[in-house]
């Protein structure tokens, strides 16, 4: 079936550190990749997305490319900042219902 | 304009007693999600709402689950005989249209979220 493997966490960087959460997924055919953020106290949001193979989503400075080779889709930052602090959450869809699969959520935890 | 509702916030039961969590999703939005986020389980869904039927229910754990949407927008999660294997988070999503959700138009709005706490 379909699944999404992340890194486990907490992730403690210092400020301007860089950032890469790993994300790897098992699926049939092509899902659509994510990474949604859960900021403290707030619900989950949409970070960045990309739909097909060698895409490469970007939002607020994070990057993830889709890459079929390696089934990953690993998130990246260059310079993490404490309010980037919060629970990154991958996830793939496949069905045509449009439904979520996620991992299980790297906290990530940024000191000044 | 606004989000996507969930009430209550919080609710705290006791083992055995039956309970409802609502999600007003955003207007206009005819596709509804519920999910389930657990401490064991991580994030999972539970059902999918298209206007107000339910094609894919392959994510309630048991029958004690069941879920309805009326009207086109609101939909009620309610769960019989609580358990204390019941707690989570219960999160709703909506979006404007079914399909894939990479596709444009399709992406899924969060609610908070209901805490679920059963004693």
């Known amino acids: 079936g379909n699944s999404v493997t992340q890194m486990e966490g907490p992730v403690t960087l210092s400020e301007e550190a860089f950032l890469t959460i790993n994300c790897t997924y098992t699926a049939t055919g092509y899902p659509s990749l994510f990474w949604y953020v859960q900021y403290p106290g707030e619900g989950l949001q949409l970070l960045l997305k990309?739909?097909?193979?060698?895409d490469k989503g970007s939002n607020k400075g994070f990057e993830a490319t889709y890459r079929k080779e390696t089934t990953s889709f690993h998130l990246e930052k260059g310079s993490v900042q404490v309010s980037d602090s919060a629970v990154y959450f991958c996830?793939?869809?496949?069905?045509?219902?449009?439904?979520?699969?996620f991992g299980q959520g790297t906290t990530l935890q940024v000191k000044p | 304009g606004a989000g996507v509702s969930q009430s209550p916030s919080n609710k705290v039961t006791e083992k055995g007693k039956d309970v409802e969590l609502r999600c007003d999703p955003i207007?206009?939005?005819?596709?509804l999600y519920w999910y389930r986020q657990s401490l064991g389980q991580g994030l999972e869904f539970l059902i999918y709402?298209?206007?107000?039927?339910?094609?894919?229910k392959s994510g309630l754990p048991s029958d004690r689950f069941s879920a309805e949407r009326t009207g086109g927008s609101v939909s009620t999660l309610t769960i019989q005989r609580t358990q204390q294997e019941d707690s989570a988070v219960y999160l709703c999503?909506?979006?404007?249209?079914?399909?894939?959700?990479?596709?444009?138009?399709?992406?899924?709005?969060f609610g908070p979220g209901t805490r679920l706490t059963v004693l």
């Open positions: 996830a793939l869809s496949r069905s045509n219902t449009g439904k979520l699969i």
């Open positions: 207007s206009g939005h005819t596709a």
């Open positions: 709402f298209q206007g107000n039927s339910a094609p894919d």
């Open positions: 999503a909506s979006s404007l249209a079914a399909g894939l959700a990479g596709a444009r138009g399709n992406e899924q709005f």
């Open positions: 990309a739909t097909k193979a060698d």
